[in-house]
């Protein structure tokens, strides 16, 4: 199973942008999804989670408003649609998934995700 998270690049603060993860060998439509983020010299934060039959999306406080996971009906892909991005959110950007769903405290825990995938950087020039 592989992860390749792609869309990453170079926007201007203010600007947008859409990362794309697409999964191949499994699906994971009765399972979790989720994004988390790295910048340099700071430790992993948990961006965006998604779970199969939760209607919620759960967010990062810091990007809450102005980020949105989402994920096909297939499973294989998900996407983060990042809106009025700020310096603060250039980091490398890592997909992760889990065939089941994963419980609510432990969604925001990238251990919790079997899969990961490699990253992919955005930069956010100001």
């Known amino acids: 199973v592989q992860l390749q998270a792609s869309g990453g690049g170079l926007v201007q603060s203010g600007g947008s942008l859409r990362l794309s993860c697409a999964a191949s060998?499994?699906?994971?439509?009765?399972?979790?999804v989720a994004w988390f983020r790295q910048a340099p010299g700071k430790e992993r934060e948990f961006v965006a989670a998604?779970?199969?039959?939760?209607?919620?999306?759960y967010y990062g406080d810091s990007v809450k408003g102005r980020f949105a996971i989402s994920r096909d009906s297939a499973g294989d892909t998900m996407s983060l649609q990042m809106n009025s991005l700020k310096p603060e959110d250039t980091a490398i950007y890592y997909c992760?998934?889990?065939?089941?769903?994963?419980?609510?405290?432990?969604?925001?825990?990238?251990?919790?995700?079997?899969?990961r995938g490699q990253g992919t950087l955005v930069t956010v020039s100001s």
């Open positions: 992760a998934a889990h065939d089941r769903r994963v419980i609510t405290s432990a969604l925001r825990n990238m251990a919790s995700y079997d899969y």
């Open positions: 060998g499994r699906t994971f439509s009765r399972g979790s």
């Open positions: 998604f779970r199969y039959g939760d209607t919620n999306r």
